[in-house]
């Protein structure tokens, strides 16, 4: 298979090649190989379709490091540009400005990319078969998921999502007021047999007014979660009863 003619799909799709350069293309493709040729059609297919899957949802606006990086390889592959320590001693052959070409059309194309699809990836595949799911999710959609919620004394609620099958815990504080000033509040997993708790991270005033979902994995055969009062940055033991225990198993 011809992998520089596939790799044309990207501009070819994105309309980024001009008259003589699409015509070009066009006879490359009828005299190389079928499966050449089938594998550039699929490509330009799924691009056309991502990008009209983006256009219904709107765009976003990718990472700066991206749009950066995109930038500098469209400036190395530039027609003109050559480094100083590879500068040609003698005229440029024209399958070298052919190929030269091409690449800054692909890194143009790609640039362009970056400005529509969303989360700054030019993967078009992702956006045909949509992003894997969060731990959060495969526990939330788990077939044996089971949730239990304990009512603070102070207000609110501790809810703990689990699912065995996933090996994770879904921790979500609601309505609960954040930790007094030099403390936090500290997750422990308990063993069913009676050992030491195991400490398994704290939460700051800001995590807990945002009431963000805490992912704990690892579980193993722990069976409760249990949440306390601690000093600052946490303790290796408890340093007072738990404020509120959830029954995992």
């Known amino acids: 298979m011809n992998d520089e003619l596939v790799g044309m799909a990207y501009p070819y799709a994105l309309d980024a090649l001009d008259v003589t350069e699409r015509h070009e293309l066009d006879t490359d493709l009828a005299a190389t190989d079928e499966r050449t040729r089938s594998t550039f059609t699929d490509e330009v297919r799924r691009i056309h379709e991502a990008f009209?899957?983006?256009?219904?949802?709107?765009a976003v606006d990718p990472p700066p490091y991206v749009r950066a990086r995109l930038l500098a390889e469209v400036g190395r592959s530039a027609p003109g540009h050559t480094p100083a320590e590879h500068s040609p001693s003698g005229p440029i052959s024209l399958t070298e400005r052919r190929s030269r070409r091409r690449r800054w059309q692909i890194a143009v194309a790609a640039a362009a990319a970056v400005g529509v699809l969303a989360g700054g990836t030019v993967i078009v595949r992702q956006l045909t078969e949509g992003p894997a799911p969060t731990v959060a999710e495969q526990v939330m959609d788990a077939a044996?998921?089971?949730?239990?919620?304990?009512?603070?004394?102070?207000?609110?609620?501790?809810?703990?999502?689990y699912s065995r099958s996933q090996d994770a815990v879904v921790f979500v504080l609601d309505?609960?007021?954040?930790?007094?000033?030099?403390?936090?509040?500290?997750?422990?997993?308990?063993?069913?047999?009676?050992?030491?708790?195991?400490?398994?991270?704290t939460l700051s005033p800001s995590d807990v007014l945002s009431n963000t979902p805490v992912v704990l994995d690892d579980v193993g055969s722990m069976s409760k979660l249990a949440v306390t009062v601690e000093p600052p940055g946490g303790s290796p033991q408890p340093t007072s009863d738990p404020f509120a225990v959830l029954q995992l198993s």
Do not use: K, N, R
């Open 52 to 58: 009209a899957v983006v256009s219904a949802v709107g």
């Open 144 to 161: 044996d998921m089971h949730s239990s919620t304990s009512a603070i004394a102070a207000g609110g609620s501790a809810t703990a999502s």
């Open 175 to 201: 309505g609960v007021a954040p930790p007094a000033p030099d403390t936090v509040y500290q997750l422990w997993l308990m063993p069913e047999s009676g050992d030491a708790p195991v400490p398994a991270g």
